[in-house]
């Protein structure tokens, strides 16, 4: 029902931002509820954030609060995850999904997914 497709990813030194987008295609994009997740060879897929379908609320996991903001421009269908303060343990590919409901930090809440954007963190 619904496309996504991550860009904004790239090599980038330790401590350096980045902004990532996931734009949106199909179905109504503020009926999902949206998430970023990561995954680097060999781990687990981690999830990173969520936001409501308004963007009203948002939910990070302890081990990157402070350090990640989810925000989303329904607007423009798209959803963003900036990253400040980048680490080397950061490199992964990064993947943005979407869910029916409002927020979510399961793998399997999430129907749809896009085809990820490398980040590659050097030091």
């Known amino acids: 029902q619904v496309q996504l497709v991550e860009s904004g990813g790239g090599l980038v030194q330790a401590g350096g931002s980045l902004r990532l987008s996931c734009a949106a295609s199909?179905?109504?994009?503020?009926?999902?509820?949206m998430g970023w997740f990561r995954q680097a060879p060999g781990k687990e897929r981690e999830f990173l954030a969520a936001i409501s379908r308004s963007g009203v609320s948002t939910y990070y996991p302890d081990s990157v609060k402070g350090r990640f903001t989810i925000s989303r421009d329904n607007a423009k269908n798209t959803v963003y995850l900036q990253i400040l303060s980048l680490k080397p343990e950061d490199t992964a590919v990064y993947y943005c999904?979407?869910?029916?409901?409002?927020?979510?930090?399961?793998?399997?809440?999430?129907?749809?997914w896009g085809q990820g954007t490398q980040v590659t963190v050097s030091s």
């Open positions: 999904a979407a869910t029916s409901r409002a927020l979510a930090v399961t793998t399997d809440s999430y129907a749809y």
């Open positions: 199909g179905g109504i994009f503020s009926t999902y509820g």
